[in-house]
């Protein structure tokens, strides 16, 4: 067979093929298309979500500069609402930073919110934690606070040695030497192994 022959041959194949094939061949198409619309939809509207969060955030700021407080604290407790994986930590952060809320319980909550998300990776999560163990140093709820930790302690965290750290400091300021070389020892058996 010349190469003319088997180009012809080829052809013919294609043509028969599509010939028989081309309802299948359509709706194939069609369906790629209206996925690729559907994909095209879901990041444009992703990305508006995105910058709406984003100027919410900036507008919350600015509120706070002005001294607008009522304000700016329902601003950023919707921000946290929403579970957004970077700007609800955020706003938690800010409301702390400058003190909005009042009511430790309400903190306490918003954490809990955030700690929630699904979309947050595990070291931020771990990381989050600390956050948390750190302001309830203040409301010194030991329980709490050992709660908080200890998921983060008995796991291969990169915050784990911190999350022992932050108990050991805590225990040692309320004289809990016994408590404190617990956690000491926790830490030195992972520097051992």
């Known amino acids: 067979m010349t190469n003319e022959t088997i ?3 080829f052809q013919t194949s294609f043509y028969n093929f599509v010939k028989k094939n081309l309802k299948l061949l359509i709706i194939i198409l069609v ?3 209206i996925f690729l619309l559907i994909f095209i939809f879901i990041q444009n509207v992703k990305k508006k979500n ?5 100027d919410e955030y900036i507008q919350a700021t600015i509120l706070i500069s002005q001294k607008k407080i009522t304000e ?3 601003l950023l407790e919707s921000i946290i609402n929403k579970k957004h994986n970077f700007y609800s930590p955020l706003a938690l952060y800010l409301i702390i930073e400058n003190n909005i809320e009042a009511e430790p319980l309400n903190i306490i909550n918003f954490f809990d919110i955030i700690l929630k998300n699904n ?5 931020n999560l771990n990381l989050i934690k600390i956050k948390k163990a750190i302001y309830l140093l203040d409301q010194n709820n030991e329980k709490l606070i050992i709660e908080t930790l200890n998921p983060v302690i008995n796991s291969e965290s990169t915050w784990r040695n ?3 750290n932050i108990i050991v400091e805590y225990f040692l300021s309320k004289d809990q030497n016994s ?3 617990e956690y000491t020892e926790l830490l030195k ?3 051992n192994k």
Do not use: V, W
């Open 31 to 33: 369906t790629i298309f």
């Open 50 to 54: 995105e910058i709406r969060l984003s």
């Open 119 to 123: 979309s947050i990776d595990k070291e």
């Open 7 to 9: 180009k012809n041959n």
């Open 162 to 164: 911190m999350a022992i």
């Open 72 to 74: 700016s604290k329902l």
């Open 179 to 181: 408590k404190a070389n």
């Open 189 to 191: 058996n992972k520097i």
